[in-house]
């Protein structure tokens, strides 16, 4: 069945029979935009999957994710942690098991270290935007993940593009003339077969767009921590274009809210987290 998790019309060629995502950890993303439901149900429903639970555990309590306190027991990791929390984690999980068999290409693995890189900044940047964390870094965990699905599907390929861009080339354009999409149109074509808020949606297809419409404010977040995690040195290809990382941040607006954002403590933080997972 691939990735989707609802009703799914003709794949683009590219897309067609990818390797599928963890079912326990999509059930759960399912279980987790049910608005209503109740911390109960998750805990039942992680409790009833063991390898998954503990790993859970194992990831909840690991400095990703920099909590004050050991969680020692499902329903108290979702009390805890709370809802978004558990998406997240959960999801970091999924993808982080989806991209495991390609991650000894060293270009590849940059791919998802970037990944995370985007999701840590946004998380972190998240109260000053006067967004919720645990959704910014979901946003910002899912906004690649069109490219990590054409990585998973042709390792060699990606590689290839990646080189193509390091020497000069657009990625976006290079991933369009070997799979006639890029992989923002990619992650489209995913997403909408999975149950995602509309909001984390749009921050997939759009987070590379320079005009991002003024009620957006999550898909700013997201473009403001992917271009964040390009310049503090996260990038795949070698980030010359972009601004320096203070001046990015003067996207957020507000002095007062981005005065205690230093982009050396991001990026010393952000690559705290990232080695937790390895």
Not at 232 to 252: C, K, M, N, S
Request: with cysteine; hydrophobic share 50%; aromatic share 6%.
């Amino acid at each position: 069945m691939g990735m989707e998790t609802k009703s799914a019309g003709s794949a683009p060629w590219a897309l067609e029979k990818l390797p599928p995502f963890s079912p326990v950890a999509m059930r759960l993303v399912a279980l987790l935009s049910d608005e209503d439901v109740h911390v109960d149900q998750v805990s039942r429903f992680i409790a009833a999957e063991p390898v998954f639970a503990a790993r859970i555990l194992q990831l909840a309590n690991s400095p990703l994710f920099a909590l004050m306190r050991q969680v020692t027991s499902i329903p108290q990791a979702v009390i805890v942690v709370g809802l978004e929390r558990v998406k997240a984690i959960a999801l970091t999980r999924a993808l982080g098991d989806y991209v495991a068999p390609v991650l000894r290409r060293k270009a590849l693995a940059a791919c998802w270290r970037n990944t995370l890189a985007g999701a840590i900044a946004a998380e972190l940047i998240a109260p000053s935007c006067g967004q919720d964390p645990g959704i910014a870094y979901t946003a910002g965990l899912l906004r690649d993940i069109g490219r990590l699905a054409l990585l998973v599907k042709y390792p060699e390929a990606y590689s290839n593009a990646i080189e193509i861009a390091r020497e000069g080339a657009d990625l976006r354009e290079t991933e369009r003339s070997l799979f006639d999409l890029d992989h923002c149109q990619a992650g489209q074509w995913i997403v909408s077969r999975m149950f995602l808020p509309e909001e984390i949606c749009r921050s997939v297809v759009h987070h590379h767009d320079r005009q991002i419409p003024d009620d957006w404010d999550l898909v700013r977040l997201v473009r403001t921590a992917d271009r964040l995690a390009d310049s503090l040195g996260f990038a795949i290809v070698p980030a010359t274009h972009l601004p320096p990382a203070q001046e990015i941040l003067e996207e957020i607006p507000g002095a007062g809210r981005r005065a205690t954002l230093d982009p050396a403590a991001l990026a010393a933080e952000i690559d705290r987290r990232i080695a937790a997972l390895n």
